[in-house]
């Protein structure tokens, strides 16, 4: 049985509540371990806001969302009927609604900056795989959240974009056109779907995304925030066992996000009475015009944070899979010639090398698209143990390294807009170099993080007082 304490006799009422609920619940010990006494680095810099931000932003879909629920009806006849309902005759719909849509983006502009932040400062590196691991599990519940969400106002954007990547699983051999089905609930995107979508946008999803917010955080902070510099503060503790170079979360780090917020909450406001449609990339204009299963749209393009995955699905086409077969062949030479391996190694490469070229060319490149742009998301999975990098952080890598990661970024960026755009050649070309720089980059990783002249990383945290 757990220890019971008595309040002191001149305890505040407020005192002897707290502890009546601590004897019940850990409440006090919580605070502590995740706010009063959870020590994190003293040199958090403008890059350590957005994990804060996303968790502002997911309160505020969830809020958002129940609102919308309460008006909104899952089907076929009447969902885009109920969201005009809602923008137009519930008080106050129109800016739950825009809140929601807005909210939408942000989510994924604030993780995508924090998801760029670890790969900066290697904040993936032990012992923080698991953090990483919660935190792609989340990017994954989030883009398949985003997904059946945007299904819901059942606008042309909204039927078609379902239609067209719902047909991607057809590609998967032998079970995709079961797999399509089973998808759809029925032989085209309908009522079914729409119920479909329903259930796991607003409970499915959720709960998963709810339960990895909490295991990413708890694990966070059982092994401790990284840093700038890539120091493990835990190394160098004084007499009472509290990190030298760190400072309780709370006051201090509450106080700066409560500065971000506000920032934050100032743009989010501004986009959402100002931009709502951010010009359609927001809102498409052709989702406020009623599916029409007969009537397919001129440019049919998901929203903009699918679209570098979309321009992947796009650029693998017949040329992309024999650039890939020439690709393999050579490597497979090199190593044959060049690699310094035995008999039975050089026999496995060519056998490895075979097998890959011939399946390359086996199976459609429309399967081999798919393949491509839910790889760029697994992958992410495995970057913990592909980095094979000295140190952590940016900071203390050559200079070379920035640059790459530089380039890496620009072409995610390229993708990015390609992907929203009507293809064209030059564009399907760029897009092709795009995909083998972003596959490339971590590919190749084992290989190119370990290479160059690496700056000496410090014993303590480097800190100017601002």
């Not at 137009?88 to 502009?109: K, L, N, Q």
């Not at 190593?335 to 075979?354: D, E, N, P, S």
């Amino acid at each position: 049985m757990a220890e019971y304490h008595v309040a002191p006799a001149n305890a505040t009422a407020g005192q002897k509540l707290l502890n009546w609920v601590d004897n019940r619940f850990p409440l006090s010990k919580l605070y502590n371990e995740h706010l009063g006494e959870y020590y994190a680095p003293k040199n958090f810099n403008f890059w350590y806001i957005f994990g804060s931000l996303a968790m502002l932003v997911l309160v505020i879909q969830i809020v958002t969302g129940i609102f919308l629920t309460m008006n909104y009806k899952p089907d076929a006849a009447k969902a885009f009927e109920s969201v005009e309902y809602i923008m137009r005759d519930v008080p106050g719909g129109w800016i739950i609604r825009y809140m929601h849509s807005t909210g939408a983006s942000a989510f994924f502009i604030v993780v995508y900056l924090h998801m760029f932040r670890g790969l900066l400062y290697g904040s993936y590196r032990k012992p923080r795989e698991l953090v990483w691991l919660f935190g792609c599990g989340i990017f994954l519940c989030l883009m398949a959240e985003a997904f059946m969400g945007y299904l819901l106002p059942w606008g042309q954007m909204s039927y078609w974009g379902a239609q067209v990547i719902i047909n991607l699983f057809t590609a998967v051999p032998f079970i995709g056109n079961d797999l399509a089905l089973l998808i759809r609930g029925d032989f085209v995107v309908g009522d079914a779907t729409l119920n479909r979508f329903f259930s796991f946008h607003v409970i499915a999803v959720p709960l998963v995304l709810l339960g990895l917010v909490a295991a990413h955080i708890i694990a966070l902070h059982e092994v401790g925030s990284n840093n700038p510099d890539g120091v493990e503060i835990k190394a160098k503790k004084d007499a009472k066992g509290i990190p030298l170079d760190g400072i309780p979360f709370h006051p201090y780090y509450t106080v700066h996000d409560i500065y971000a917020v506000s920032i934050f909450l100032m743009i989010f406001s501004a986009v959402m009475f100002f931009a709502p449609t951010g010009g359609g990339y927001l809102l498409e204009f052709n989702n406020f015009i009623e599916a029409n299963p007969l009537k397919t749209p001129p440019h049919i393009a998901p929203v903009w944070y699918f679209t570098p995955y979309y321009s992947m699905l796009r650029a693998t086409t017949d040329l992309m899979i024999q650039i890939l077969s020439a690709i393999a062949a050579i490597a497979a030479v090199l190593a044959i010639v060049r690699g310094g391996f035995g008999a039975m190694g050089k026999l496995t490469i060519g056998i490895v090398a075979i097998v890959a070229v011939v399946l390359l060319n086996y199976f459609d490149a429309k399967f081999w698209g798919v393949l491509v742009m839910g790889g760029a998301v697994i992958i992410l999975f495995f970057l913990p143990w592909l980095d094979r990098s000295l140190v952590k952080s940016i900071r203390y890598r050559p200079d070379w390294h920035k640059i790459l990661f530089g380039v890496f970024v620009f072409f995610f960026l390229v993708l990015g807009y390609l992907g929203s755009e009507p293809p064209s050649a030059a564009g399907n070309y760029i897009s092709q170099l795009g995909t083998l720089v972003y596959f490339g980059f971590f590919l190749l990783m084992p290989w190119w993080s370990r290479i160059g002249t690496f700056k000496p990383v410090p014993d303590r945290v480097t800190f100017a007082a601002h």
